[in-house]
Nanobody, 114 residues
Framework: QVQLVESGGGLVQPGGSLRLSCAASRSISSIAVMGWYRQAPGKQREFVASVYNLGGTNYADSVKGRFTIFRDNAKNTVYLQMGDLKREDTALYYC????????WGQGTQVTVSS
């Protein structure tokens, strides 16, 4: 099991950028997949991006070309660099780790508004 703590959310104007961080309580080098999901008010949680321990990545179509996920194993942290933010990106963003267990963080709020 791993504890995950997200940070970096906030209020940003449309077109702006944010970097989210997901800090793990132990080494992530053996965690097969780490990812970001989001949940907007009144909607189901949806996949945003994932990164594998061998380096491969996947993205939701809605964020391709705007978001980048990457992991720093030395810091036990996964990041989500978000650019060209849109109002529809407003949501609570969660970090997920898939190893022998599936673990979630508590989330960090991202609000895109002028």
């Amino acid at each position: 099991q791993v504890q995950l703590v997200e940070s970096g959310g906030g209020l940003v104007q449309p077109g702006g950028s944010l970097r989210l961080s997901c800090a793990a309580s132990r080494s992530i080098s053996s965690i097969a997949v780490m990812g970001w999901y989001r949940q907007a008010p009144g909607k189901q949680r949806e996949f945003v991006a994932s990164v594998y321990n061998l380096g491969g990545t996947n993205y939701a179509d809605s964020v391709k070309g705007r978001f980048t996920i990457f992991r720093d194993n030395a810091k036990n942290t996964v990041y989500l660099q978000m650019g060209d933010l849109k109002r529809e990106d407003t949501a609570l963003y969660y970090c997920k780790a898939v190893s022998t267990t599936i673990d979630w963080g508590q989330g960090t709020q991202v609000t895109v508004s002028s």
